[in-house]
C-alpha cells in the first residue's frame, strides 16, 4: 500500500486531484517522487525534500505532443519552446518523412529545402542555429544529451532515408532490392538508438515543386521497412495523404491496411480535417479506416482540435501560394524582390487569375490584422473582402496593394476556413480510432502556433463545451500516445515506478493565452508564440522546466 510508504522522496506534490492517465475517475492523493521516478501515488506519510501544495489543482502525466516538426529547433532550443507552456513533456518528431538524420554532408542542402518548403522552418535559422555535425540517426541524438527539456520520441523521415541510401535517384524511381536493405538497415539502427518508427508522405513536395523521395517508393520496400521497425521495437508507422483528393485518401489507407496486416505495424495518417468543400471526406475517411482495421489491421487517424487558422504575410511564406505557378515563384524570392514583382503591373493579371480560384477561398475568411503604415492603420480589424468591395477589386489585389503599403508585413488573418465547425470537430475526435494529434508544433510557425493544442482542447472540448470528461481527455493526451508509441512502460501515466513527467493545473482556467509574433529564431527569423493560462507547473523526471509560465533552466529531457 502506498501508505505504508515511509521512504525518503525527493518531492512530494500534496493533496492534489490525481488524473492519473489511465481514465479512470480522478482522485485525491499525494504524489512522491524520488531520482526522477514516481515512488509513491496515496497518503505519503513521511516528509520530501521539496514540498507542493496542490490542493484544488489537477495533477497529471506530462502531455505528450505526436506530431510535430521541432527536429531542427532541439539544436537550438531544448525545450522546444513553447510546448512545455501547455504541459507537453514528450515530442514525436520526423513526422511527415523528414528528419535531420541521417544525413550525408552532400544531402545537407536538400534536406533544408525541403524543411523549408514542406514546413516553413527557415533555411536561415537552419545554418545559424543547426551544426550537421552527424550522419547517422545515433550521433543526431547523441548530439542532443543534455540539452532537452523535453523528452524526444522520435520518428525516422522515409524521404531523408532515401535520400541518404539513393542520392538523386530517390526522386526518379523505386528503389532496388539492395537499396530497401540498405534503408532497413537504417531504420533498424535508428530505432535501436532511440526512434519508435518511420514516417512517410503521401502529400508533400519539395522547394522545386517535385514529389519528395517518399512518394517515389513502392509496396515492397514500404512493407520492408515497416518490417524493420518491428523487429528492432519500433511501434509505429505515420504519413500525411492526400487530403483533398478522395481517390487517394482512400488509396492511402488501404495502402495502410496492407503495410500493418503485412508487418503488425500500427498506421497512423494525418490529418483528418474537416475541409468544407469536400464536406463528408472525413467522415468517408473514418469509415475506410474502419473498414481495414475490421480486416486485421492496426490503422488510425491523427485530428487536431485546433481549427486551421492561419495568418498570413506576405513577406513570410504560405504553403498554398507554393501550389499557385506564379505565385511559387514570387514567393521562393527575398521579400524585397517579391515586392517588386508584385508591384509589377504586367504581372499582377497573371496572379489574380491563377490565384483566385485557390486563395479565394481563404480570403473570403480574412480579417487584416497587425499593420505598420499610417495608411494601412484605419484598416485593422476589418474584413479583407469589406476593404476589396470598397475599392472595387479583386480580393487578390487588394491583398497585395495593402501589403504593398506595409512593406509586405501587414498580417492578415485567415479564421474560420477549415476545421472550424466545433460540433464535427468533436465527431471526430470522439471517434475510437482517432488519436488527438497533428499540431504541428515547430512547422509554419510564421502563420501559426500549433503548440497550444492541448491547452485549447482542455478549456474547449472539456470544461466549455461537455464533449469530454476531464479523466477521458487527460487519457488521450496521455496513456493512449504513450501506449501507441510503445513509451507506457515509462511514460505517460502517473503511476509508481514511472517518470516523473508532471503537469499541475487548473481544470477552471486552463486555456490557451495570449499570441504574439517574435522574432526569437537563430538568423532573425520570425514566428508566433503562445502563452497558457492556468498551467502552475510542468515537470520533466522530477524537475521543474516550467513554474507559474516561466521556464527554468533545468533540462532533464531524455529519448524517450
Known sequence: MASAVREAADLVIRSGSVVDGSGRAA???????????????????????RELDASGRCVAPGFVDVHTHYDAQLCWDGLATPSPLHGVTTVVTGNCSLSVAPVRPEGVARIVGMFQQIEDVRERSFAAGVSFAWESFAEYLASLEGTLGVNL???????????????????????????????????????????????????????????????????????????????????????????????????TIEELGEISRASGILCMLQPIIHYPPAGDLWERALGWIDRECERGARVIGQASPRPFDQNLRLDETFFTFFLIPSWGD????????????????????????EGMPLLAFFLEKTWIGATRSAA???????????????????????????????????EFAIRGALHADPDVVARILKHPRVLLGASDGGAHVSQFCGASDPTLFLASFVRERGDFALEDAVHRLTGQPAELFG???????????????LVIFDPARVAPGRETYVGDLPGGANRYVCEAVGIDRVLVAGEDTVVAGRYTAARPGRIA
Open 376 to 410: 494601412n492603420r484605419p484598416l485593422e480589424g476589418r474584413r479583407l473582402p469589406d476593404v476589396a468591395r470598397e475599392r472595387g477589386c479583386t480580393l487578390v489585389d487588394a491583398l497585395i496593394e495593402i501589403a504593398l503599403q506595409d512593406d509586405l508585413a501587414t
Open 153 to 251: 520520441a522520435p520518428l525516422v523521415g522515409h524521404s531523408t532515408l532515401r535520400l541518404f541510401a539513393m542520392g538523386a535517384a530517390s526522386q526518379e524511381r523505386a528503389a532496388t532490392d539492395a537499396e530497401v536493405a540498405e534503408m532497413a538497415a537504417l531504420v533498424r539502427d535508428a530505432v535501436r538508438a532511440g526512434a519508435r518508427g518511420l514516417s512517410l508522405s503521401h502529400l508533400d513536395v519539395d522547394e522545386f515543386m517535385r514529389p519528395v523521395p517518399s512518394r517515389f517508393a513502392d509496396l515492397r520496400e514500404k512493407t520492408a521497412l515497416a518490417r524493420a521497425v518491428v523487429e528492432a521495437g519500433g511501434s509505429v508507422l505515420e504519413t500525411v495523404p492526400m487530403a483533398g483528393d478522395p481517390d487517394e485518401f482512400r488509396a
Open 27 to 49: 482522485f485525491t492523493a499525494d504524489v512522491a517522487v524520488r531520482d526522477g521516478r514516481i515512488l509513491a501515488v496515496g497518503p505519503f506519510p513521511g516528509r520530501g525534500a
Open 487 to 501: 513509451l507506457s512502460g515509462r511514460r505517460g501515466r502517473v503511476a509508481p515506478g514511472l517518470a516523473a513527467d
Open 330 to 353: 514570387v514567393m521562393r524570392r527575398p521579400p524585397e524582390q517579391r515586392a517588386k514583382l508584385l508591384a509589377d503591373p504586367a504581372l499582377r493579371p497573371r496572379l489574380v487569375e
